[in-house]
């Protein structure tokens, strides 16, 4: 939704500095993700730094397409990693969360850290999936950048097991969009 909803908003503010830029936009998605996991294993033990250190690493992967679109680099390949990557860091924290969740004998957190995960892997298949078949599926409210920014406010604030309540009903709510949107594609195809 906010993905789709900016589009590439941030290409031309940043467009200068991603101009500069002397490293390969995949270096900088390997350089994000690195950052994020980074994040993850912190947020085991601290929630509000882990937060802050997944933001950082947030802003970088956001920051890969910019560079990537900016010097006209934009490959295939490119676009395969990054998403990629964006699987493992989702499973990390989600993880890393559990684990801090745990650790404070709140397993309705732990099970929803992990009921999450498995809905955000279901989202991001769905639209795998259904561009597979030749259908665009961008659809939903609780994509990639959304489940980010609320993790990161959660941990920020403390709140993190109310927004996994959110996050877990509107991830879940997104993969049924998604199922409904491509039936209704195919449906009138």
């Excluded at 992967?61 to 989702?90: I, N």
């Excluded at 559990?98 to 009921?115: E, I, K, N």
Aim: charged share 15%; proline share 3%; with cysteine.
């Amino acid at each position: 939704m906010i993905g789709a909803w900016l589009g590439h908003f941030y290409d031309k503010p940043l467009g200068p500095l991603a101009r500069k830029v002397k490293f390969d936009p995949n270096v900088i998605t390997v350089a994000g993700f690195t950052v994020t996991v980074l994040g993850a294993l912190i947020i085991m033990k601290s929630l509000f730094l882990g937060g802050l250190v997944i933001a950082i690493g947030s802003l970088m992967d956001m920051f890969d397409g910019v560079v990537a679109r900016t010097q006209k680099k934009e490959t295939e390949f490119g676009a395969f990693l990054d998403s990629v990557l964006d699987r493992y860091a989702d499973a990390l924290i989600f993880l890393g969360l559990a684990w801090y969740l745990g650790a404070q004998d709140d397993y309705t957190g732990v099970f929803l850290c992990l009921g999450t995960m498995l809905g955000a892997f279901v989202v991001s298949y769905a639209k795998a999936r259904a561009e597979g078949i030749g259908n665009r599926c961008n659809t939903g409210v609780m994509e990639r950048p959304e489940r980010i920014i609320l993790i990161v406010l959660g941990a920020l604030t403390g709140w993190i097991v109310p927004v996994l309540w959110a996050m877990f009903v509107l991830t879940h709510f997104t993969a049924l969009q998604r199922i409904y949107h491509v039936w209704k594609a195919m449906k009138g195809a």
